[in-house]
């Protein structure tokens, strides 16, 4: 069977044996975009879930944060920028000035987003009217973070902006799920807080894509009720589910926990468990490419940790775990080129040559390294004031080493510098087919060869 396979920028051609079985690492249904966002907006706003709506919860002359989803979500359409102008409609409906609401872009330990980007991904208009009441969030000024205390529960520190503290309601808006990665509490907890909170979820096995019960979101409910009984007010959430980076396919409004819950069941339908999909089939070999795309490269480009790690085997290799063999081999191709972004990712390139030839296990690594690299005062700066990732978000990316506990062998395909792909004990082939019988050699001439098929990358 010939197969097409991201390569890079573009796709390389492959022949694998006809016993090979393709599987998807896609949404089994493709939701159909909305054909009016606007309205479709305008009705969530009416109709809340779990929530009155938002003219119920301010007084004339209320104090408003409403803070969105930076660009590490892959939704590039005007999703952000028809909710914010809709909330804004609403709030003046209940007396609420626009001088009165502050946007805050909720970038976490992500880079913080230049005026010109901001623009991309809320609109023009909006970057001009705010200026200085538009702002992105900065987990490293102690001035704008508030400390509300643990989680009766299990102790988990819960901090955040200051503004989502002081003001009288904050409304987020959820750009997309990136299955049931995001949304929910994640954009609060994480997206507004500090290195001392996210570090609880951000963890070899704390984070997790599952639609179906998500381990991190469990941390992040707690974290959530905590933030909402501490504040004495809820969060009114807007939440998205995508038809493809520029479209939604749904739009509803409420209560955190309530619009999660029906993106969710919407998603489930999308997703399916993965063993679900393929049955009691398990696969000793995994063939697919890694296309030249990245949340964490937007307006910016991929790199070496981007290209291997987190893409190769965090985002894309979600199946490898759910039905692979143990011991399994993966063959990915990407010419994965040797470019570093020293201003985007400042710390990643330094991860690469200081940590990563001393241990390629991501729970050392989070042990020794992590909290020296979130505490380095001159990638924090850069961070800070330059719009670069902040320094532990290098060690961060490296967190999908994990599956080489389950994975024996990645074998990459096309790389320009073979050093590269060696630099993390990786192998090398010319070609799909000599890395396949290579694969052959190891599980025998009848293995199970699965080609993953994979998401179109999404660009803004």
């Known amino acids: 069977m010939n197969v097409e396979l991201p390569y890079g920028d573009a796709t390389l051609t492959a022949t694998l044996p006809e016993r090979a079985r393709t599987l998807s690492n896609t949404e089994a249904v493709t939701p159909t975009p909305l054909a009016d966002l606007d309205a479709a907006v305008a009705q969530a706003l009416a109709t809340p879930l779990g929530s009155p709506p938002v003219r119920a919860l ?32 609403e709030l003046e409906a209940a007396g609420v000035w626009r001088r009165r609401v502050t946007l805050i872009c909720a970038n976490a330990l992500h880079r913080k987003l230049r005026p010109a980007e901001l623009a991309r991904i809320i609109g023009a208009d ?16 102690s001035d704008v973070l508030v400390n509300l205390g643990p989680t009766p529960e299990h102790g988990y520190p819960v901090i955040t902006h200051r ?29 507004l807080s500090t290195y001392d909170s996210i570090r609880v979820t951000h963890t070899p096995d704390g984070m997790s894509m599952s639609v179906h019960g998500n381990r991190m979101h469990a941390v992040l409910d707690e974290m959530g009720r905590h933030l909402e009984r501490r504040l004495g007010r809820r969060v009114f959430k807007v ?24 993106i969710l069941s919407a998603m489930a339908a999308l997703f399916p468990p993965r063993r679900e999909v393929v049955g009691p089939a398990r696969f000793d070999v995994f063939v697919y490419g890694v296309a030249d795309a990245s949340p964490y490269a937007v307006f910016s480009h991929m790199n070496p940790i981007l290209t291997l790690i987190s893409s190769g085997l965090g985002y894309l290799g979600g199946l490898v775990e759910a039905v ?18 020293e201003v985007a990712h400042p710390s990643y390139r330094e991860v690469w040559e200081r940590v990563l ?9 989070m042990r020794r390294f992590a909290d020296d690299y979130a505490r380095r005062p001159d990638y924090i700066e850069a961070y800070r004031t330059r719009f670069g990732f902040h320094p532990v978000h290098g060690i961060l990316a490296t967190y999908p080493l994990k599956r080489l506990t389950h994975v024996g062998r990645v074998i990459v395909v096309g790389a320009l510098d073979p050093a590269i792909p060696r630099h993390l004990g990786f192998e090398v082939a010319a070609s799909v087919e000599e890395a396949v019988a290579l694969a052959e050699s190891i599980h025998g001439r009848d293995c199970a060869i699965a080609h993953v098929r994979q998401p179109a990358p999404a660009r803004p």
């Open 324 to 341: 692979g063999t143990s011991g399994c081999t993966i063959i990915m191709a990407t010419p994965v080129p040797e470019r570093w972004d």
């Open 58 to 89: 301010v007084k004339p002359g209320a104090s408003v944060t409403i803070a969105f989803d930076d660009a590490t979500v892959p939704s590039y359409g005007p999703i952000r920028s028809a909710a914010i102008t809709a909330l804004l409609r």
């Open 239 to 262: 939440d998205t589910m995508l038809a493809d980076p520029h479209h939604a396919a749904k739009v509803v409004a409420g209560s955190v926990d309530d619009t999660r819950q029906v």
């Open 357 to 365: 030839p001393i241990t390629r296990d991501p729970y050392e690594i």
């Open 126 to 141: 909006l970057v001009a009217e705010f200026g200085e009441r538009l702002l992105c969030h900065d987990a490293e000024n």
């Open 163 to 191: 503004l989502v503290a002081e003001s009288d309601l904050t409304i987020y808006v959820n750009a997309g799920y990136m299955r049931g990665f995001n949304g929910g509490w994640k954009s609060v907890c994480v997206g």
